[in-house]
C-alpha cells in the first residue's frame, strides 16, 4: 500500500527543494486520505470493521508464535 521514502539529507540551509516540499506534502495527503477512509468504514459499520481487524492481528500474532 503505502510505501516507504527514503530520508534524504536535509540541505545545507535547512530548507527542501521544491519537488521535495510537494512530494512530502503528497505524502501526507496520502495518509490523511487512508485515514479518512478508515474511519468511514469503522462509522459505517464498527463491529465489522473491528472483526476485520481482530482477525488479523491474532493471524499476525499466531505467526510470530510459530516460530
Do not use: C, I
Amino acid at each position: 500500500m503505502a510505501k516507504k521514502t527514503k530520508k534524504n539529507p536535509a540541505t545545507p540551509n535547512g530548507t527542501m527543494s521544491r519537488e521535495e516540499q510537494l512530494e512530502r506534502e503528497n505524502e501526507l495527503l496520502r495518509l490523511e486520505v487512508a485515514y479518512l477512509k478508515k474511519l468511514k468504514a469503522f462509522q459505517e459499520n464498527p463491529n465489522a470493521y473491528l472483526e476485520k481487524h481482530k482477525q488479523r492481528w491474532h493471524s499476525n500474532s499466531k505467526k510470530k508464535d510459530s516460530e
